[in-house]
Nanobody, 115 residues
Framework: QVQLVESGGGLVQPGGSLRLSCAASGRLFSINPVDWYRQAPGKQRELVAGITSSGNTNYVDSVKGRFTISRDNAKNTVYLQMNSLRPEDTAVYYC?????????WGQGTQVTVSS
């Protein structure tokens, strides 16, 4: 069993920054890809960024150049650095450990961008 715990969310003004963390238990974490998703009220959950075990990354177009995903396998942790935040980035952010079949989700952390 794998447990994922997100942290780092909060209230920030437009243009501000936050760094989210996703900490995991178990040995599966460091050898599999990890993704960050978000879900805004009334909207479907969307993939924001992903990182493979070797560090290759991908981003949705709306966050390219503003968000950076990284991982520290020694700490079993994946990060999402979010800069130049916009009100439309407001959502609950989830991390997901992607396995060959299925995966595991964290409980989510709220990010609110508002003045």
């Amino acid at each position: 069993q794998v447990q994922l715990v997100e942290s780092g969310g909060g209230l920030v003004q437009p243009g501000g920054s936050l760094r989210l963390s996703c900490a995991a238990s178990g040995r599966l974490f460091s050898i599999n890809p990890v993704d960050w998703y978000r879900q805004a009220p009334g909207k479907q959950r969307e993939l924001v960024a992903g990182i493979t075990s070797s560090g290759n990354t991908n981003y949705v177009d709306s966050v390219k150049g503003r968000f950076t995903i990284s991982r520290d396998n020694a700490k079993n942790t994946v990060y999402l650095q979010m800069n130049s935040l916009r009100p439309e980035d407001t959502a609950v952010y989830y991390c997901r450990l992607r396995l060959p079949v299925g995966g595991f989700w964290g409980q989510g952390t709220q990010v609110t961008v508002s003045s």
